[in-house]
């Protein structure tokens, strides 16, 4: 469970999320929704702790979740942020990217998970191109399976259809959504559609 308690946050002197506080339960999905500049992806970088925070405190399960003054490293093996930009390798392919943090001791295993992942976010035909020969929507699509290749407890997804054409966004959010369900997988969503 996600437990944000009285947040907090300025740049500089500009209060940018004042007092919020709210809890996701496991399996949960909440949709913030704003206009651009109103904190959306302040939000979800102050819950992955890339922030230090002005007041409040946030908490998964029981561990406290703290910024870039108390960690070395950002961020926490349990959760994954799916930031706007996308950090692919672009001269590898689309399996590449998708199964890099994945463990080569198993390779039937990783391939099976790499082959699952590819399949919810729809690039099935394109598994085996290069990273830097795909559009933007596709590019978005495989940082979502990357994302999601070590199952995480929660993942946070910033603007995740932006580049994603009408036609593919409908059907790509049933399959993730539906993915994210089955696997009981905490899910906040930073939007500006509604």
Known sequence: MLQVKGLTFS????????????TLKAGDHLSVIGESGSGKSTLLKLIYGEYDLDEG??????????????????????MKYVAQE???????????NIGKHLSNFYPNEKQDRIDELIEVVELQDFANTKVKLLSGGQKQRVAL???????????LLDEPFSHIDNFKKQSLRRSLFRYLKAKNISCIVATHDK
């Not at 740049?11 to 709210?22: C, R």
């Not at 405190?57 to 349990?78: A, C, R, S």
């Not at 996308?86 to 590449?96: A, N």
């Open 145 to 155: 399976a990357r994302a999601l290749a070590k199952q995480p407890e929660i993942i």
């Open 86 to 96: 996308f950090d692919l390798m672009p001269f590898v392919t689309v399996s590449e």
């Open 57 to 78: 405190e946030i908490f998964w399960k029981d561990q406290q979740i703290l910024g870039p003054k108390y960690n070395l490293v950002i961020g926490y093996d349990f």
């Open 11 to 22: 740049y500089l002197k500009t209060a940018v999320i004042q007092n919020i506080s709210f």
